[in-house]
């Protein structure tokens, strides 16, 4: 059974920083990609950072530049270092793993960006 288990999330000011984690377990396949997306309360969820398993990413705009998408192939684990931090990063993120067969979503981490 695939598991994405989250971590990192919390509540910081504006201009912090926060890492988030995702691993993955009970993958006995390749991995697509890995990737974060977040929702914000009355907002449809929105990619903001995807990496291939070559190692290729891609970002939203709003966060290019601030945050930084990172995984290691040996744990199964994609990472999100956000710097920079916004009010309007606020949300809840969500990890995402994409197998051959089909995408698994992670339980969500709320990150509050507040003074």
């Known amino acids: 059974q695939v598991q994405l288990v989250e971590s990192g999330g919390g509540l910081v000011q504006p201009g912090g920083s926060l890492r988030l984690s995702c691993a993955a377990s009970?993958?006995?396949?390749?991995?697509?990609?890995m990737g974060w997306y977040r929702q914000a309360p009355g907002k449809e969820r929105e990619l903001v950072a995807r990496?291939?398993?070559?190692?290729?990413?891609n970002y939203a705009d709003s966060v290019e530049g601030r945050f930084t998408i990172s995984r290691d192939n040996f744990k199964n684990t994609v990472y999100l270092q956000m710097t920079g931090l916004k009010p309007e990063d606020t949300a809840v993120y969500y990890c995402?793993?994409?197998?051959?067969?089909?995408?698994?979503w992670g339980q969500g981490t709320q990150v509050s960006v507040s003074s």
């Open positions: 990496i291939g398993g070559s190692g290729s990413t």
């Open positions: 995402n793993v994409i197998l051959p067969t089909r995408q698994y």
């Open positions: 009970g993958i006995f396949s390749s991995i697509y990609s």
